[in-house]
């Protein structure tokens, strides 16, 4: 059984200097690697980029469902995780749940990755 990583609160961008600044702190490499690891599925960066493409900025879990050939269910299962790691943000409208990729996040991701991509 692989040994699970500790919890840690992600709900804010990743916030610590860049990896190519020299080495990085256990607390800092885990924070990236959680959120790596979020994004480590196909089917969650497939999720990523209809919500970045999104002419509105938001879609609700049936359209990605559909969109991605997935059950709501297993969408709801991707989304939750991409939420805990900070990566995209739902909220409830009667019915149906709409989902919105949290660029600040992306963008502080790829700045502690490459500081020179973001800039």
Do not use: F, W
């Amino acid at each position: 059984m692989p040994k699970a990583l500790p919890v840690i609160d992600m709900s804010a961008p990743v916030c610590c200097a860049p990896v190519a600044a020299g080495p990085v702190d256990d607390t800092a490499a885990l924070e990236v690697a959680l959120r790596l690891k979020a994004l480590a599925d196909p089917a969650r960066v497939k999720l990523m980029s209809l919500l970045l493409s999104s002419p509105i900025g938001e879609l609700n879990s049936g359209d990605l469902a559909v969109a991605v050939a997935l059950t709501e269910s297993t969408v709801s299962h991707h989304l939750t995780q991409l939420r805990k790691a900070g990566l995209v943000d739902s909220d409830r409208r009667g019915m149906n749940v709409y989902h919105r990729a949290r660029r600040d996040s992306l963008v502080a991701l790829c700045a502690v990755l490459d500081p020179t991509c973001c800039g």
